[in-house]
């Protein structure tokens, strides 16, 4: 069974950084992608941040340049370190992956940017 714990969110200003975590277990680790979506209040979710096997990484337009996406493959964790944080990063944030072929999600975690 593929379990993903998220931790981290929180409420920041204008600016600020947060750093999510997420905890797998159930899989191996090192050879699944792992993904950061958000989904803001009336929005669809949408992908934030990926991060492969090979630690190589995307991101979305709109996280360039202020979030980092990165794994820990002895923990079998995955981080999102958020820079620069704007009103519109507002969003629960949730991580996922894929585990043959079925698609696996976390709880989400709650982050709020006030300006």
């Known amino acids: 069974q593929v379990q993903l714990v998220e931790s981290g969110g929180g409420l920041v200003q204008f600016g600020g950084s947060l750093t999510l975590s997420c905890a797998a277990s159930g899989t191996i680790f090192t050879i699944v992608t792992m993904d950061w979506y958000r989904q803001a209040p009336g929005k669809e979710r949408e992908l934030v941040a990926t991060s492969t096997p090979g630690a190589s990484s995307n991101y979305a337009d709109s996280v360039k340049g202020r979030f980092t996406i990165s794994r820990d493959n002895a923990k079998n964790v995955v981080h999102l370190q958020m820079n620069r944080l704007k009103p519109e990063d507002t969003a629960v944030y949730y991580c996922?992956?894929?585990?043959?072929?079925?698609?696996?999600w976390g709880q989400g975690t709650q982050v709020t940017v006030s300006s």
């Open positions: 996922h992956t894929k585990w043959f072929g079925a698609d696996y």
